[in-house]
């Protein structure tokens, strides 16, 4: 019987070093973006079926919507969750450490749960998945390294992807609202103006914004800026022209327009500003006769 010649210890070496150094790589990969902690209701309904009949709509609720339940039906519920992460393919859950909203941005840091031995459930009433949960899951917690696909959601439903940014080595991402603003304005979509919600992270793991809410929130933080001095009436009223303040702000961009021009006239008449800066500056002010007067000189 013939055999093929055998493979040498140098040969093994080298095999083993290889898989060795594929099986790192994979390690060290990164991997795919996570999702929410929301169990597929068709799912739920296999592993209910399965639940005492006293558990088992309590079991099913709290599944779908991805959160832990209290009381004698929480050991059924692990027993469930069990089940469920058993039946998915799904073995990356989002976390979110913390998350900022400024005037022009929102700033998170993200982690993600894997190899956990059941689904991992959040706390009632969070929004989402925490360290905490992840642990009582038995879930390996790191930092989530990776991309984040934001989207936009219409009133009536539809999700319109937008931009893909990505999560740094420390899990830090910013999501910029004049980018995405400017994004769907190349599109021909309005803006953010004209959506509900956005969404940052598949399925708006990572956040879920209602944008009418989050407007009229810059709205106050940028009253109260211009407030403090530090800001532009006239931009507010360009930017929040729906904002019960836009009325007060053109006001007040007007009574501060006037009071430039005042003041510029007056440099003119002192020479330190020349009639032609002053009309580039203004293109209309109560006093661009007489300056105009000025550019022109004496009559002949």
């Given amino acids: 019987m013939l055999r093929g010649k055998g493979i040498g210890a140098p ?12 099986g790192c790589a994979g390690l060290g990969g990164r991997s795919p973006e996570p999702a929410r902690g929301e169990v597929d209701p068709q799912v739920t309904a296999a592993a209910a079926a399965r639940v005492p009949e006293s558990c088992r709509e309590a ?85 989530y390294v990776g991309p984040l696909s934001v989207s936009v959601t219409a009133s009536d439903g539809t999700i319109l992807p937008v931009l893909t940014v990505r999560s740094d080595e420390d899990g830090q991402s910013e999501v910029s609202f004049a980018e995405v603003d400017a994004l769907l304005r190349a599109r021909g979509r309005g803006g953010l103006g004209s959506f509900a919600t956005l969404q940052v992270g598949r399925g708006g793991w990572a956040a879920q914004v209602d944008l009418p809410e989050l407007r009229t929130q810059l709205a106050q933080w940028h009253a109260t800026w211009i407030g403090r001095g530090r800001g532009s009436p006239a931009l507010f009223a360009a930017l929040h022209p729906e904002s019960e303040a836009a009325s007060g702000m053109r006001t007040r961009a007007l009574e501060a327009s006037l009071k430039r021009q005042a003041e510029d006239a007056a440099a003119v008449d002192r020479g330190e500003l020349s009639a032609r800066r002053f009309l580039e500056r203004h293109v209309w002010s109560p006093y661009r006769s007489l300056i105009e007067q000025k550019d022109r000189g004496p009559s002949p």
């Avoid at 040969?11 to 594929?22: D, E, K």
């Avoid at 027993?79 to 998350?99: H, K, M, N």
């Fill in 11 to 22: 040969a093994r070496r080298a095999a083993g070093a290889w898989l060795l150094f594929a």
């Fill in 59 to 143: 079991v099913a609720a709290a599944l779908t919507a991805g959160e832990q339940l209290a009381g004698p039906c929480a050991t059924t519920q692990i027993r469930a969750a069990q089940e469920v992460l058993a039946a998915t393919r799904q073995r990356s859950f989002g976390i979110v450490d913390r998350t900022t909203v400024r005037l022009a941005s929102m700033s998170l840091v993200l982690s993600q749960a894997r190899f956990c031995r059941r689904w991992p459930l959040r706390a009632p009433g969070q929004a989402s998945l925490d360290v905490g949960a992840a642990g009582l899951a038995g879930c390996n917690v790191r930092r």
